[in-house]
């Protein structure tokens, strides 16, 4: 009551104004200019999906859970049969909890409404779908399943590195689940008893009744029939996916297999019965041998889902990786359509980038800018990347999203994706291969009236592309200096030129692997630049993810009432915001805020934030570890605080205590005090990221409720 006496009294009549940033869809064509529908969605590369009613009109949409930076991508179907047809709407985000690692939407109680098993540290926890007639909500049920092993009961384990199998193994009407054990080799049958005990299917009883399901045991991408017996020496489980479907129109359960280091799938065929299962046989090039089409061969660690995207009632196959790095990033979404029936379906390879072909998607990471790069006076945008997946490596390329609209309404169309010819340039002289990790930065560097470009690399390097394009033409580039100063920052080197010091030169910044800044001030002159002194720590700038240990800083300079400001995206995809720079380059910045605008989706995040439509007001874009844009147009409001004591105390959140994430399932902007009743955090996301915050006690407002957490 002490901290709440205090906090009432410091906050009444506390008011202010802040920027808010909606995401907003702009027109986007191709490369053959047509239009692209899904242009802003933030890029897919390891997913999984599965059908749920979004907008509650009756058809199934997509559910997409984007294993790379754990994001959540809402996919509307539209509804026309016997045709692929989806928009994105990213407005349902917020109607799920935060998730990691793996996600499926399963209908266990048989309402009709999917509900959310996900991962949980090795657990499962379950969120009940309840929504309403006009309202998707999910409430959470349980944060571990338990199931009974032989009379002890545990928790039912997961691994994170795997996706379970969740469906009714045998028949009798409840949900079940399929995993592997925690020493792996041998796959786990855990019964669910709702339908024995109650005759009906809302409960999750869990015993596990088969600790060897098929009678099979899983090498190395290999698998032992009739084999319950492996002595587990040395185990390892390292990965496994698990689709558990008829495939064979026999009543029963096959599976359909993934395994981590592997790109293939593999089809176990069930020989025994629902009660009694079997396999029998196993087909290592599925479902090229079922189908007579081309095997899954996905780098690396497919999985696969199966559900109707085409709308003609048959469940289809899609295939994507399940490992977030060093994976196919490009063509990483498989679609087998189904021309036979959902029990004994006959798969046809329709394409390998389902829903990637409809969206802005740069393979892995997306480091765009806005730069009017043909001078028209038009914001164009031009966007680096880590690399598109090519057999084991990754090639960078930059992308030129030209602005064909007009002053006041911007349109863009995608005129290139290997700007400077990057994926044929040796910038790596070392072994004379093309480089990854490529982000632009622009500027005049020899006074002939023209921006240059440096490009930043993944391994830590800088080059310097000269423009020979001239005054008021679009830019000509043309590689002038390899290892431009032999500046090495280590790793992801990520490059802004801006005048820091005030003298009419510019200067570099770079961002780099471990989070923090180098400031390379420029002691040439302005026709000939010299970079040939490094500031370490610059600004004491430190956005490192506290349990990865990396930051991969990637700094953005802009000038806002006559004060420069700093941006810098993270490995966290938080976006922070630091000030007092002026005058102060050999000091510490000051923090404004560990998660700028609210924004987050996805990891390794990179910024652009210019005023692109004429309103005075600037806007937002967001690059992200999953290839894709995200853009936000800004709006102006006032927010305003009044006295918290007069608010009751009935906001609910969880987990609390919290160490990583408070969840709150109401709408609506939640501002976060500590105990002296400063204003450290606001947002309007359901899912809050607190670990910026130090430990403590913090009270947390939104709309006309008050709650308390504990940060530990």
């Not at 990790?437 to 930043?456: A, C, K, R, Y």
Request: a negative charge; hydrophobic letters at 35%; proline letters at 4%.
């Amino acid at each position: 009551m002490k901290y709440f006496f205090t906090l009432s009294l410091l906050l009444a009549f506390i008011t202010s104004q802040s920027q808010t940033l909606q995401r907003t869809l702009l027109p986007v064509n191709n490369t053959n200019n047509q239009n692209i529908p899904n242009p802003w969605s933030g890029g897919l590369n390891a997913c999984q999906l599965s059908e749920i009613d979004l907008n509650l009109d009756g058809t199934k949409d997509l559910f997409v859970f984007e294993r790379t930076g754990n994001r959540i991508l809402p996919f509307i179907n539209n509804g026309i049969s016997n045709t692929i047809s989806y928009h994105y709407e990213s407005a349902y985000i917020n109607a799920f909890p935060p998730l990691s690692d793996w996600a499926l939407l399963v209908d266990y109680n048989a309402d009709g409404k999917e509900d959310l098993f996900a991962y949980n540290g090795g657990k499962v926890k379950v969120y009940r779908n309840t929504s309403s007639a006009t309202q998707l909500e999910f409430t959470h049920f349980s944060n571990q399943l338990i199931t009974d092993y032989s009379g002890s009961p545990f928790q039912l384990y997961v691994s994170r590195v795997d996706i379970p199998a969740i469906t009714d193994v045998d028949n009798d009407g409840d949900i079940d689940i399929l995993t592997f054990q925690s020493l792996g080799g041998y796959i786990e049958f855990h019964e669910n008893l709702s339908m024995d005990l109650y005759g009906h299917a809302d409960s999750l009883i869990f015993i596990m009744t088969d600790p060897c399901w098929g009678d099979v045991y899983e090498g190395l991408n290999t698998y032992t029939l009739n084999d319950c017996n492996t002595p587990l020496v040395n185990p390892r489980h390292t990965g496994s996916s698990i689709l558990a479907i008829d495939i064979d129109n026999d009543a029963d359960k096959d599976l359909i297999l993934g395994d981590v280091s592997y790109n293939n799938l593999n089809l176990l065929t069930n020989g025994g019965s629902p009660s009694t299962s079997l396999i029998t046989a196993v087909d290592q090039n599925f479902p090229a041998n079922n189908s007579n089409t081309i095997a899954t061969d996905i780098t690396a660690f497919p999985a696969a889902f199966y559900l109707d995207v085409n709308n003609d009632g048959l469940k289809d196959l899609i295939a994507s990786p399940n490992i977030a790095n060093n994976c196919e990033n490009k063509e990483s979404l498989w679609l087998y359509l189904n021309s036979g029936s959902n029990t004994a379906p006959v798969f046809s390879l329709h394409q390998k980038n389902f829903l990637q072909d409809n969206t802005l998607d740069f393979g892995a990471g997306a480091y765009p800018l806005f730069y009017d790069y043909n001078s028209d006076g038009l914001l164009d945008i031009i966007c680096g990347n880590f690399g598109y997946f090519n057999g084991g490596d990754h090639v960078g390329q930059l992308a030129v999203l030209e602005n064909t609209g007009t002053t006041n309404q911007a349109a863009f169309t995608l005129v290139e994706d290997d700007f400077a010819n990057l994926s044929n340039l040796p910038l790596n002289t070392l072994l004379n291969i093309p480089v990854a990790g490529v982000s632009p930065t622009f500027g005049d560097l020899d006074g002939d009236g023209d921006d240059d470009m440096i490009l930043g690399d993944a391994d830590g390097k800088l080059h310097y592309f000269e423009n020979s394009a001239g005054s008021g033409n679009p830019i000509q580039m043309n590689l002038h200096t390899n290892n431009y100063f032999n500046i090495d920052v280590g790793q992801y080197a990520a490059p802004v030129l801006w005048d820091l010091n005030q003298d009419n030169l510019l200067d570099l910044v770079i961002g780099k692997l471990t989070g923090d800044l180098l400031y390379l001030p420029n002691s040439g002159t302005n026709t000939t630049a010299i970079f040939d002194t490094i500031i370490n720590d610059f600004g004491q700038v430190h956005v490192a993810n506290l349990f990865a240990g990396y930051g991969y800083s990637r700094p953005y300079f802009y000038t806002e009432n006559n004060a420069t400001q700093l941006l810098v995206g993270s490995e966290s995809g938080h976006v922070y915001h630091y000030n007092n720079i002026d005058n102060n380059l050999n000091g510490s910045f000051a923090i404004v805020d560990t998660f700028a605008f609210d924004i987050w989706d996805g990891i390794k995040t990179s910024v652009s934030y210019q005023d692109l439509n004429n309103d005075s007001v600037r806007d937002f874009l967001l690059g992200n570890q999953s290839g894709g844009l995200i853009y936000f147009q800004s709006d102006t409001t006032n927010n305003n605080s009044s006295n918290i004591a007069e608010a009751p105390q009935n906001l609910h959140m969880y987990p609390n205590p919290a160490t990583h994430t408070i969840y709150i399932s109401i709408q609506g902007e939640k501002t976060i005090y500590n105990i002296l009743g400063e204003v450290v955090l606001k947002t309007r996301k359901k899912r809050i990221n607190i670990q910026g915050l130090a430990n403590g006690v913090y009270w947390i407002r939104c709309n006309k409720t008050v709650g308390k957490f504990i940060k530990q």
